[in-house]
Structure formats: structure tokens, C-alpha cells
């Protein structure tokens, strides 16, 4: 699989479309297509069959038109990621929580982002080191920081604590969405494959060579990547809580 990367086209021309600083497409002919709809039919695309199947060619092709007047809305795959990104990215300007509630909010972040991660299957297998911040990205962010005015921690440690969380739901999500996707390619369960190791593995317990991992319970194991995830939400959050008790009580 071929890795992607936010940010790997022309910059200034992503930022122009994401930010609608370009206003040549407002001149000439009425186009038939807007950008809205090319962006929202490419993570369509992206979400039944991978971002590997996302080309100029099949985007054009679902939308009616030909390839080349696609280049009229967008130079190139790279710089369309760019924009799938921030449009997945795009957040709900509401919580339950009271602003206050910095624990409660962020544990709600990051099952958003969990749901996220594993809804669109193709967006933790992107590398997103150098993303072009668009107005959905920046929007989430803001609001994020809304909810944080009172976390008695400074501006970057609370930037660290919403990236901590980011980073554990895509790395979760990733283990989570590539068994699936294991299991649909093979056409063997995850227990069809631990099974067949399993006599060489019982060999390799009982040999005495691994006496730490032959005493582990039954269960040591169980889970994958939404359990994985949520343990270390947790364990996180009440990082951040220990955090804030010391600055609180050492100002």
C-alpha cells in the first residue's frame, strides 16, 4: 500500500482552494460541476474502495465529465487530498458538555475521532506530519480550544493533549480497520489465524524459554484496536488530571 501525505502538492494552491482565494473559477462559463461535489464524491470513492482507487480518471467518471475538465477545479490528486481532509475534518459546533468539563469534553473528542478513523477506513493511512490547515480544520480546532479555556495547563501543553488523543484514535483505528480489512482479503477470521499457529505457539510455551509469557492469563490478549484505544484514553485523560492537580497545587 502506498502511503499518502497531506501537503505533498502545491501548497499555496491548496490553501487558494480550501480558503476560495481563487477567483478564476468565478469568471467565464457557468461550470457544471462545483468543488463541493467533486470533494464529497472523491471520499465516497475513498470510502468503498480505498484512496488508492481515487484518480482523475474514476472521479470523472462518476461524476459525468471528462478527465481533463476536472483540472479546471483541481490541478491533481494531491492537492484534491488535501481538501478530502479538511472536509472530513469538518466538526459539530455543539457539545453536551459545559465548558468547564475539560475531561468529559476531550473523552468525547476522541470518540468522535475514533468513530472518525474508523468510519473512513483509508484516513488513518494517511500521513498527515504536514497538514494544510483549511477552515474545518481550523474550526475544530477553535472550538476544541473553547472547551479548554479552564484546563489550568499551558497553551502547549493543551495543543499536545488534543494531538496525543488525535494520534491514539488513528493509531487504534488503524490496527482496527487493517483486521478487518485482513480478514476480508484472506477470507480467514482473526481466530482461523491465531488458530493455526497455535500448536507451534503451545510448543514454544511449554519449552520453558518463555516463562513471563507462558504465565499470562487466558484473556492477556483479548481485544483489538477499540479496546486499545479506549485503555489508553483513559489512561490519558487521568494523566492530565494528575497534570493538573500539580500545576494547580504549585502554581
Same mark, same amino acid.
Given at each position: 500500500?502506498t502511503?499518502e ?6 501548497v499555496?494552491?491548496?490553501?487558494? &482552494? ?7 473559477? %468565478?469568471r ?5 460541476? %462545483? ?5 464529497v ?15 482523475m480518471r ?5 461524476l ?20 478530502? &481532509? ?16 475539560w475531561?468529559g ?32 480544520? &481550523?474550526?475544530?480546532?477553535? /472550538? ?6 479552564d ?32 480478514e476480508?482479503?484472506s ?5 482461523? /489465524? ?17 516463562p513471563?509469557?507462558?504465565? &499470562?492469563?487466558?484473556d492477556? /490478549? ?6 486499545? /484505544? ?22
Amino acid at each position: 500500500m502506498t502511503i499518502e501525505h497531506s501537503g505533498s502538492g502545491d501548497v499555496n494552491h491548496s490553501l487558494a &482552494l480550501l480558503w476560495e482565494l481563487d477567483d478564476r473559477r %468565478s469568471r467565464g462559463p457557468k461550470p457544471k460541476l %462545483s468543488l463541493d461535489d467533486i470533494v464529497v464524491t472523491a471520499i465516497e470513492i475513498a470510502d468503498a474502495d480505498g484512496l488508492e482507487a481515487v484518480s482523475m480518471r474514476r472521479l470523472a467518471k462518476a461524476l459525468g465529465v471528462g478527465t481533463m475538465s476536472l483540472y479546471r477545479y483541481v490541478p491533481g490528486k494531491a492537492e484534491l487530498l488535501d481538501l478530502m &481532509l479538511d472536509r472530513v475534518f469538518e466538526t459539530d459546533p455543539t457539545s453536551p458538555r459545559a465548558l468547564d468539563d475539560w475531561r468529559g469534553f476531550l473523552e468525547d473528542m476522541g470518540h468522535a475521532m475514533w468513530e472518525l478513523y474508523t468510519s473512513h477506513a483509508w484516513l488513518p493511512q494517511v500521513d498527515q506530519t504536514r497538514p494544510v490547515l483549511g477552515p474545518r480544520a &481550523l474550526a475544530g480546532l477553535e /472550538f476544541a480550544l473553547q472547551h479548554l479555556t479552564d484546563l489550568a495547563l499551558p497553551d502547549a501543553s493543551k495543543i499536545q493533549a488534543i494531538s496525543a488523543i488525535e494520534t491514539l484514535a488513528s493509531a487504534a483505528a488503524r490496527l482496527h480497520n487493517n483486521a478487518i480489512a485482513a480478514e476480508r482479503d484472506s477470507g480467514r477470521t482473526d481466530e482461523e /489465524f491465531w488458530r493455526a499457529q497455535e500448536p507451534v505457539l503451545m510448543k514454544a510455551m511449554n519449552s520453558g524459554r518463555f516463562p513471563m509469557m507462558a504465565s &499470562l492469563a487466558d484473556d492477556a /490478549f483479548a481485544g483489538g484496536g477499540a479496546e486499545l /484505544f479506549e485503555f489508553g484514553l483513559q489512561r490519558l485523560l487521568d494523566g492530565l488530571d494528575v497534570l493538573v492537580e500539580q500545576r494547580v497545587a504549585s502554581p
